[in-house]
């Protein structure tokens, strides 16, 4: 992708709303908080502990928006603990530049490797860093600095006793994420019925994964109908995709395949139906027709085979969802299942208890080609160069342009380019709103302080449906906040303008200068993603060869570590598309056709995951011979495609040819399963098999193409502007 073409997609990005349930009661609660601390501090101090105590519940409350499955009110008390913290260091520090600037880059750093731990924490320490910045002008004092501190901390404890006291969709979060993954595989089941071999993305499996993970104190009072639905979806994903296959399921026309697409059909019903019920915490009832559809009559049903032992167990697994539906949200604790605690459920660490998850995450980041270290490296140089910049220009606040730097950049370079942009289109409104305000009303600190209130709420109302909107509210709260101080407006909006630019700038300077590209790192994502998939096909066919639980274990723990490369893969190659970079290692061809190829391959493992061996099923040493060539296959492929070498599928070829039909036919859907992975793999050798002369051809041939389309694309986008 070009330049311009880039900055194209980074704008239509940056200004695009996105489609997403506004949360308003979520939002009153928040500007609530802002409301009490701005009103209590305003009656009981002056307008800079109302400035101090308006940034940490303002902050604090934008904390519990982030998409987290932690409880609000923890997330709210640590934000408002991080920020009084960062205000006082900062004083200490504050009096000459020779010492503020290196604490400045050192605390950057520090937010910037917090996105090793995740979003939520990495966006919650960049807003300590705007803490920092803002609240060191307000102190006279070291005692003056505790107070404001304590302000500051004031506002999260208000924001987190709010949340205590009105609580809004308890565990909201855990029952979308339940909801979202039963609905993701009602709507895989009604595309099977139309594409047989339609693609599944496994995320809404993985984020309610991750929303199962509970404290010790979360577990005791998790609502029953948390406890068991998600395994029920994990169960019924491979078991659909296995009655739609017309090579291991029901045939590909005829009675049959009109009977797959009325169970099909039915399941999506009954799993939207669940769906529903969990989301609302309210019983529902399944549609008449569909419970008819899911009687299974053994004397005359059409479908034969291993097509009849899926729709046999897809009806088992959607009895189970019936009842789901129609229980609704059960009264009562989670009953406690016997066995060992680690056994019961995901552990989920305390905030106490989280010191050596963090370290063990910023271990891993600590390398050269880390986007996460990268990132902190240009947090530690920009907020300081910033803050310089800043301070020599004849304007004041100077802490507007490092704000606007820490607050814009992310690990990767879209969405660092399309936060500039959108926070200068944000700002830009928001000024301009704001000034016509505050012209029309005339100085006046408790109305001000009201409209900061209405900016705030509606700043967090719209924080999920594009950061450019929010963004403006922010803006306008900001210049509220500054004339309840008795600031200025003349000088404040475009001292806010110009620096907030120069923020964005410097921002997007830095990633030039110093990237984080993805497109070079395609090469080894794809090959964790192959090894990773090779272990989870090697664990499913040693669960065919020998059903036992230890082997039932080991192929539920590989395809866990599969999704897990397949979502890092996907992460990497999405932002790859949007990068400006010349394809190195991979094409973007050879990277989609590698990219179907493997999931093609762990199809079919699923496919064979989703008809499981019977209890009383022999021993199958072709089926664990196949594993074994095929594990140390992939294995072998993956440093081949790390190292720019063609892959190879020795091994792989000398079993399956040596298998004998007797053990296929005792199971054909295994045999079945390891001719549609021996073809994907085939596949996958054709995508990435190049010689470097070819590869370098493709490479200048594609880059000619996306020039060409660039171009194409402005003359198209020229003669529209001159037509209009």
């Known amino acids: 992708m070009t330049w311009l073409r880039a900055f194209g997609e980074v704008v239509r990005s940056a200004l695009t709303i996105e489609e997403t349930r506004l949360e308003p009661l979520l939002a009153l609660r928040a500007a609530a908080g802002v409301a009490i601390v701005i009103g209590s501090t305003l009656w009981l101090a002056s307008p800079a502990y109302a400035a101090s105590a308006a940034l940490g519940a303002y902050s604090a409350g934008g904390a519990t928006f982030?998409?987290?499955?932690?409880?609000?009110?923890?997330?709210?008390?640590?934000?408002?603990?991080?920020?009084?913290?960062?205000?006082?260091?900062?004083?200490?520090?504050?009096?000459?530049?020779?010492?503020?600037?290196?604490?400045?880059?050192?605390?950057?750093?520090?937010?910037?490797?917090?996105?090793?731990?995740?979003?939520?924490?990495?966006?919650?320490?960049?807003?300590?860093?705007g803490s920092m910045l803002v609240t060191i002008t307000l102190p006279t004092s070291v005692w003056r600095a505790l107070e404001h501190a304590g302000v500051i901390a004031l506002g999260g404890v208000a924001q987190a006793v709010l949340i205590l006291l009105f609580p809004i969709r308890?565990?909201?979060?855990?029952?979308?994420?339940?909801?979202?993954?039963?609905?993701?595989?009602?709507?895989?089941?009604?595309?099977?019925?139309?594409?047989?071999?339609?693609?599944?993305?496994?995320?809404?499996?993985m984020s309610a994964r991750d929303a199962a993970a509970m404290t010790p104190s979360q577990a005791r009072t998790r609502p029953a109908v948390l406890h068991g639905p998600r395994g029920l979806a994990e169960r019924i994903r491979p078991v659909v995709a296995a009655l739609a296959d017309p090579d291991v399921g029901a045939p590909a026309e005829g009675p049959g395949r009109d009977r797959a697409r009325e169970l099909l059909d039915a399941a999506a019903d009954v799993l939207d139906t669940a769906a529903r019920s969990i989301r609302r915490g309210t019983p529902a009832e399944v549609p008449a027709e569909s419970a008819d559809v899911l009687r299974v009559d053994k004397d005359h049903e059409v479908l034969e085979g291993p097509a009849r032992e899926a729709a046999e167990q897809l009806v088992e697994l959607l009895g189970e969802a019936m009842k789901i539906a129609r229980t609704g949200d059960e009264r009562g604790r989670t009953p406690t299942p016997p066995g060992p605690a680690d056994a019961r459920s995901l552990v989920r660490p305390t905030m106490f208890r989280l010191a050596p998850v963090i370290i063990r995450a910023v271990r891993r980041e600590l390398r050269r080609d880390s986007p996460v270290l990268r990132h902190a490296i240009r947090l530690a140089v920009v907020a300081p160069l910033g803050y310089l910049l800043a301070t020599r220009l004849p304007l004041g606040h100077a802490y507007w342009a490092p704000i606007a730097s820490v607050m814009v950049m992310r690990p990767d370079f879209h969405r660092t380019y399309a936060r500039a942009v959108a926070r200068l289109a944000g700002t830009?409104?928001?000024?301009?709103?704001?000034?016509?305000?505050?012209?029309?009303?005339?100085?006046?600190?408790?109305?001000?302080?009201?409209?900061?209130?209405?900016?705030?709420?509606?700043?967090?109302?719209?924080?999920?449906?594009?950061?450019?909107?929010?963004?403006?509210?922010?803006?306008?709260?900001?210049?509220?906040?500054?004339?309840?101080?008795?600031?200025?407006w003349e000088q404040a909006v475009p001292e806010r303008v110009v620096l907030t630019l120069l923020g964005g700038a410097l921002a997007m300077l830095a990633y030039v200068l110093f990237p984080a590209w993805e497109t070079p790192r395609l090469p080894s994502r794809l090959a964790d993603w192959l090894a990773a998939n090779g272990r989870y096909a090697a664990a499913v066919l040693r669960n065919h060869a020998e059903p036992t639980r230890e082997h039932h274990a080991d192929m539920r723990r590989a395809l866990l570590a599969s999704r897990e490369a397949g979502a890092a893969w996907q992460e990497s190659y999405d932002r790859a598309r949007q990068e400006p970079v010349r394809p190195r290692g991979l094409t973007s061809r050879e990277a989609e056709e590698a990219q179907e190829a493997l999931k093609g391959f762990g199809r079919a493992a699923m496919l064979m995951e989703g008809q499981p061996p019977p209890a009383d099923s022999r021993f199958v040493p072709e089926s664990k011979r196949f594993a074994e060539a095929l594990e140390a296959d992939t294995a072998q492929a993956a440093v081949n495609v790390r190292e720019h070498r063609n892959p190879e599928w020795r091994r792989v070829k000398e079993v399956l040819h040596a298998w004998d039909g007797a053990a296929g036919g005792r199971r054909p859907v295994v045999r079945r399963g390891a001719e549609l992975q021996k073809r994907a793999l085939d596949d996958l050798a054709t995508a990435v098999s190049r010689t470097p002369l070819e590869r370098d051809v493709d490479s200048a041939r594609e880059e000619q193409r996306l020039r060409a389309a660039g171009e194409a694309e402005g003359d198209g986008s020229g003669l529209a502007h001159r037509g209009g």
Do not use: N
Request: hydrophobic share 55%; with cysteine; glycine share 12%.
């Open 428 to 488: 830009l409104a928001g000024v301009a709103l704001a000034t016509g305000m505050v012209q029309a009303l005339g100085p006046s600190t408790h109305v001000y302080g009201v409209l900061a209130v209405v900016s705030a709420g509606l700043s967090y109302t719209l924080i999920r449906t594009g950061y450019a909107y929010s963004q403006c509210f922010t803006a306008a709260y900001a210049v509220f906040l500054l004339g309840m101080g008795g600031q200025a």
């Open 170 to 205: 308890r565990w909201g979060a855990h029952r979308d994420a339940l909801a979202d993954a039963l609905a993701a595989v009602a709507d895989y089941a009604r595309r099977l019925r139309h594409d047989p071999t339609a693609p599944f993305r496994p995320e809404p499996l």
């Open 66 to 129: 982030q998409r987290t499955c932690r409880p609000r009110k923890v997330i709210a008390l640590g934000a408002g603990a991080g920020l009084a913290l960062s205000t006082f260091v900062g004083y200490l520090a504050a009096g000459r530049l020779v010492t503020f600037l290196p604490l400045l880059a050192v605390w950057a750093f520090v937010a910037g490797m917090a996105w090793a731990v995740g979003s939520t924490a990495g966006i919650v320490a960049a807003t300590t860093v």
